[in-house]
Nanobody
Framework: QVQLVESGGGSVQTGGSLRLSCAAS????????MGWFRQTPGKEREGVAGINKDGSTRYADSVKGRFTLSQDAKNTLYLQMNSLKPEDTAMYYC????????????????????WGQGTQVTVSS
């Protein structure tokens, strides 16, 4: 099992920036993809960004060029979010899974095996 603890959410105005962090512990070696989903009320969780073990990354089209995902040697994930828009408002969840990140964007949240507790991001206009 993998434990994921998020931090860094908050409220910003349109055009602002936030950085989310996710500290991972446990059997992280068994997870191939780690990254972030987000969810708004009444909608399914959608993939935002993921990083594979080989270092390759995948982003949702809606965040490309604005969000950057990185990972340090201690398995902490960072999601740098710039040029934030009101439509980025959501609960953001750190996630880990056994399969390539492409499955997250093709299949939704079902390939994810581990979830963090979530952190709220609110962008006001």
């Amino acid at each position: 099992q993998v434990q994921l603890v998020e931090s860094g959410g908050g409220s910003v105005q349109t055009g602002g920036s936030l950085r989310l962090s996710c500290a991972a512990s446990g059997y992280t070696y068994s997870r191939y993809c780690m990254g972030w989903f987000r969810q708004t009320p009444g909608k399914e969780r959608e993939g935002v960004a993921g990083i594979n073990k080989d270092g390759s990354t995948r982003y949702a089209d809606s965040v490309k060029g604005r969000f950057t995902l990185s990972q340090d040697a201690k398995n902490t994930l960072y999601l740098q979010m710039n040029s934030l828009k009101p439509e980025d408002t959501a609960m953001y969840y750190c996630a880990a899974g056994r399969f390539h990140c492409n499955y997250w964007f093709a299949s939704g949240p079902s390939p994810v095996s581990d979830w963090g507790q979530g952190t709220q991001v609110t962008v006001s206009s």
